[in-house]
């Protein structure tokens, strides 16, 4: 057993073994993870041992709205209308989470709907409520010294049982690296929306992209690094830096996330990577 404080003011909490290498697990998981559909996929691993719930909302400062942005990941059937709700930056359960949260000296905090609904719950909550849900845990992060400039805020949801205390401990634990890996998502998927259209006709360009090249490519757009393609096509880092500055070149794009999607607008992956003929390694 391991033992963590969380409160000074409370009695020293206990994690397990299991626990503990869960959290460590989850961190080193959470280092490769660059899109959106890779963190739906992270947060259902070890994360979702440590707390399970259904239902994460995920927000992150956007400085073009000069607000949090949020999105919704949900592992089993949810309303529509209740995850437009949780997308709605404004919306007064968002808002009361947020204030809570600042009241409570940017710990994390919980709602719980297994108490009578009180008469001022919003339509947000209401919904919740009628899906089952428990109770909601919320927690974030603010720049340094100004705790009001909330950085990327979290939501996590659950119809099975109220969060215990030693969840909520895992949860800071883990808040540090939920909120870089959430930011790096952001950072990766607003690159790849700002790409210029991809140039549809390269044929010589099409035509001179070897094979190895093409496997090259394929985990490019999963986001490898150098040494992770090296190791899985044995060679070395090196050699796979010049097989990137040659794609580039050939393809006319100006880095990889470009390669990529010009890769993709001329259906350079179709045949390439098949399932089982190759398996990037994770660390």
């Given at each position: ?14 994690l ?11 961190a080193?998981?959470g ?25 994460t909302v ?7 709205r ?6 919704t990941?949900?592992?089993?059937p ?5 995850l437009?709700g949780?997308t ?5 359960l ?14 994390p905090?919980?709602l719980n ?20 849900f428990?109770?909601l ?13 909330i950085e990327t805020?979290f939501?996590?949801a ?13 949860l ?14 952001q ?17 010589a360009?099409?035509?001179?992209i070897t ?15 150098n ?8 060679i070395s ?18 880095n ?8 993709i607008?001329l259906?350079?992956?179709s ?10 390694t994770?660390?």
């Open positions: 057993m391991t033992r963590l404080p969380s409160d000074p003011a409370q009695t020293t909490l206990v397990t073994d299991s626990q503990v290498e869960a959290i460590v697990s989850s080193e998981a280092l490769d993870v660059r899109r959106r559909y890779q963190f739906f996929v992270w947060i259902q691993g070890s994360l979702q041992v440590l707390l399970p719930h259904q239902l995920c927000g992150a400062y956007a400085r073009t000069h607000e949090l942005q949020f999105e990941f949900n592992s089993v949810v309303d529509a209308e209740l437009s949780f709605d930056s404004r919306s007064p968002l808002t009361q989470l947020q204030e809570m949260w600042l009241r409570a000296r940017c710990k905090v919980t709907f297994e108490i009578p609904p009180q008469d001022n719950e919003s339509a947000l909550q209401e919904l919740l409520r009628s899906a089952g428990k109770e845990l919320a927690h974030g992060v603010s720049r340094p010294q100004r705790p009001n400039e805020f939501v996590l659950s119809q099975t049982a109220p969060f215990t205390p030693r969840q909520r401990l895992c800071e634990l883990l808040l540090p690296h939920m909120h870089s890996t959430w930011q790096r998502v950072v990766v998927e607003r690159e790849l929306r700002e790409l210029p259209p991809p140039q549809m006709a390269r044929p360009s099409a035509s001179q094979e190895r090249e093409r496997q090259i490519l394929s985990w490019l757009r999963e986001g490898c690094s040494p992770q393609i090296g190791e899985t096509l044995g880092a090196l050699t796979v830096k010049n097989h990137v500055q040659k794609i580039l070149r050939k393809l006319g794009a100006a990889r996330a470009q390669a990529v999607a010009i890769a607008s259906n350079l992956l045949s390439s990577a098949r399932p089982g003929e190759l398996t990037p994770r660390r």
